[in-house]
Structure formats: structure tokens, C-alpha cells
T-cell receptor
Framework: KNQVEQSPQSLIILEGKNCTLQCNYTVSPFSNLRWYKQDTGRGPVSLTIMTFSENTKSNGRYTATLDADTKQSSLHITASQLSDSASYICVVMDSNYQLIWGAGTKLIIKP | NAGVMQNPRHLVRRRGQEARLRCSPMKGHSHVYWYRQLPEEGLKFMVYLQKENIIDESGMPKERFSAEFPKEGPSILRIQQVVRGDSAAYFC???????????????FGSGTQLSVL
């Protein structure tokens, strides 16, 4: 069964610190892997999209990595800001172009 | 260029009533997707539509739920005879091209929170 699992479920860090969120998936074969940011009460916003041939992709302070062999991805946030408080969702597109969504990691940045 | 617009933001219905959720895609986008999200869970795909066509409704419950995207006007997700289990956030997304384009970015609206009393 195609699944996307994220860890940790929630994370609290101090403003200015770095953090890394994890995503493991069992989708195979897959077309691409995406990270979204979802603010409370809002729709998701795309951060990165990576194909299986890409190892890393950056978007400002967000850097996503992908290891297609181990089926793992991570999202690294550098120098966190209060506005980074949100849920971060890992999404994998399968070979039928269906998006399979993880449950997300809820990140809280404390001043 | 306005983003994806959904209304209402919040909708309260009593059991047995009908709920109508509206979605206006971004300008120039002709492909619309509907998702449902329960608290603490990921988004679940419901239906993918083009203008006047349902392309993929594999995630839509067989009964009480229907969706349309007419030639003119917004896309409508309609839930008849709502039950408490229908309470959720419903998100609409749009894209400019066919959903099968692998790396196409989806743009999401802010969602409609449906509460069934």
C-alpha cells in the first residue's frame, strides 16, 4: 500500500534555530516528491518539487533532500522565524499522477 | 492575479441539509481538484475536474457527493443530506494544465470548514 509517513508529529524550537523534518514513503514507482507548508486555517503552499533524479532543492531558508534508494526525504529549515510556525507536509506523486499526502509535521517556533 | 477563491470560509449545516461549496480557480487555470482534510490528518483526494468534465472521481464517496465545473462560473462541490462525519475542511486547488503533467504545481484556496450539527 502506498504510504507517506512523517516524523516527528510535532516539533517546538526556538526562533533562530535550525530543524530537520523527515519523510519516509513506500510509493513505488514515483514521479516526484513535494513539500508543502500549511498555515493554520489556510490551504497548502508549495515549497519544493523534486523528481527522482534530484538529490536536493532549495527555496530560500528551506532545503529539501531526497534519497530515492532509501525512499527518504528531509526538509531542513535554517535560522527559523516565527512565521515558519505551520504544518509541513510531504507529498509523493505516484506513477498514476495521484498525490499521496503525509499527515504533516506541526512546527512551532517560540520567541 | 487573484489566487484560488473558496467560499464560504465556514459553513454550518444541520444533519440532513445540503452543503454547497464553491471554488473559483486562478485566472487562466482550467483544472480543479477537491480535497478533504480531517483534523490532524493529511489531505485526501476527492475529485479532479476540467471545464464541463469530471476526469477522476475515484476519491469521491459514491452517494450524496457530487461535483461540477461548468463552462461559466465556479466549481461546486455538493453534499446532500449531510451527516456529522462530513464535518471537515474542504480544499480546492487549481492548475493551468492537465493534472498528468508530473511537475505541475497546484495552487490551493483557503478552504471551507464544514461543520455539521
Amino acid at each position: 500500500k502506498n504510504q507517506v509517513e512523517q516524523s516527528p508529529q510535532s516539533l517546538i524550537i526556538l526562533e533562530g534555530k535550525n530543524c530537520t523534518l523527515q519523510c519516509n514513503y513506500t510509493v513505488s514507482p514515483f514521479s516526484n516528491l513535494r513539500w508543502y507548508k500549511q498555515d493554520t486555517g489556510r490551504g497548502p503552499v508549495s515549497l519544493t518539487i523534486m523528481t527522482f533524479s534530484e538529490n536536493t532543492k532549495s527555496n530560500g531558508r528551506y532545503t529539501a533532500t531526497l534519497d530515492a534508494d532509501t525512499k527518504q526525504s528531509s526538509l531542513h529549515i535554517t535560522a527559523s522565524q516565527l512565521s515558519d510556525s505551520a504544518s509541513y507536509i510531504c507529498v509523493v506523486m505516484d506513477s498514476n499522477y495521484q498525490l499521496i499526502w503525509g499527515a504533516g509535521t506541526k512546527l512551532i517556533i517560540k520567541p | 492575479n487573484a489566487g484560488v477563491m473558496q467560499n464560504p470560509r465556514h459553513l454550518v449545516r444541520r444533519r440532513g441539509q445540503e452543503a454547497r461549496l464553491r471554488c473559483s480557480p486562478m485566472k487562466g487555470h482550467s483544472h480543479v481538484y477537491w480535497y478533504r482534510q480531517l483534523p490532524e490528518e493529511g489531505l485526501k483526494f476527492m475529485v479532479y475536474l476540467q471545464k464541463e468534465n469530471i476526469i477522476d472521481e475515484s476519491g469521491m464517496p459514491k452517494e450524496r457527493f457530487s461535483a461540477e465545473f461548468p463552462k461559466e462560473g465556479p466549481s461546486i462541490l455538493r453534499i446532500q443530506q449531510v451527516v456529522r462525519g462530513d464535518s471537515a475542511a474542504y480544499f480546492c486547488a487549481s492548475s493551468p494544465r492537465q493534472g498528468a503533467v508530473p511537475n505541475e504545481k497546484l495552487f490551493f484556496g483557503s478552504g471551507t470548514q464544514l461543520s455539521v450539527l
